[in-house]
């Protein structure tokens, strides 16, 4: 499966971006979703994943309750939804597949496949 990172941008803190992952070659619907993110000098880290259905979805602690997983299979597209950004989620951002059954979500060397990022750059 080939993967498309898109939406980010410039923002300013307080302010939001949608960041998309479009998937072609095989449905999406076929694996498990997530997105990870590397900053300026850092190490890339796990920031949020959906399982294939989209019925459960994980959270690193510092996006919880500002950022939100979904999917729609249908448009063989996954979404990141990037609320209250603050300077320290200045980062490229990753989506990835992982095999349908998994459940090492959390984990960067459990996935197969990966986008090419998209910049996501939050001023304060």
């Known amino acids: 499966v080939q993967l498309q990172a898109s939406g980010g941008g410039l923002v300013q803190a307080g302010g939001s971006l949608r960041l998309s992952c479009a998937a072609s070659g095989r449905p999406v619907s076929n694996y498990g979703m997530g997105w990870f993110r590397q900053a300026p000098g850092k190490e890339r880290e796990f920031v949020a994943a959906?399982?294939?259905?989209?019925?459960?979805?994980y959270y690193a602690d510092s996006v919880k309750g500002r950022f939100t997983i979904s999917r729609d299979n249908a448009k063989n597209t996954v979404y990141l939804q990037l609320n209250s950004l603050k300077p320290e989620d200045t980062a490229v951002y990753y989506c990835?597949?992982?095999?349908?059954?998994?459940?090492?979500?959390?984990?960067?060397?459990?996935?197969?496949?990966w986008g090419q990022g998209t910049e996501v750059t939050v001023s304060s």
């Open positions: 990835a597949a992982i095999a349908r059954n998994s459940r090492h979500y959390y984990t960067e060397s459990r996935y197969d496949y």
């Open positions: 959906i399982s294939w259905s989209g019925g459960t979805t």
